[in-house]
């Protein structure tokens, strides 16, 4: 039996739509991570540390409903899947390197240490 939402969504500002399709934890940096290129399930999972399957996998499939993520699978033995990004998903890469610039800025004032240079974002 498929999860069936109580309430529908309600979005009423394109921020809430930007939010819903590509906010919370994992799927940030799944689509960082994809940035490079496309990669296979067991690869992408070793990039993001302290992932579970579930997460990953729920993670992948909502990127893949809202068309920022495509899978491919190929048709060998044993079968292949990897995971690129879409036109609209590499869209989102320049938002997603600003907003860790910003962080990259701002953390200090929270803590006294910066946070460390994240390879993917380049920010200085």
Do not use: H
């Not at 496309?38 to 993670?59: C, G, H, K, M, Q």
């Not at 899947?81 to 890469?93: D, P």
């Amino acid at each position: 039996m498929a999860y069936k939402r109580k309430l529908e969504k309600d979005i009423r500002c394109p921020l809430e739509y930007g939010i819903d399709v590509f906010g919370g934890r994992w799927k940030p940096r799944i689509l960082c991570v994809l940035a490079e290129g496309p990669l296979r399930y067991s690869a992408l999972r070793s990039e993001l540390v302290n992932i579970t399957d579930t997460a990953l996998a729920t993670a992948l499939k909502e990127l893949q409903e809202a068309d920022m993520v495509a899978r491919r699978q190929y048709e060998e033995i044993p079968p292949r899947v990897e995971y690129s990004l879409t036109a609209k998903g590499q869209s989102t890469i320049p938002l997603l390197q600003a907003i860790c610039k910003w962080s990259g800025v701002f953390y200090r004032d929270v803590d006294e240490s910066a946070l460390s240079k994240c390879q993917r974002c380049d920010f200085k």
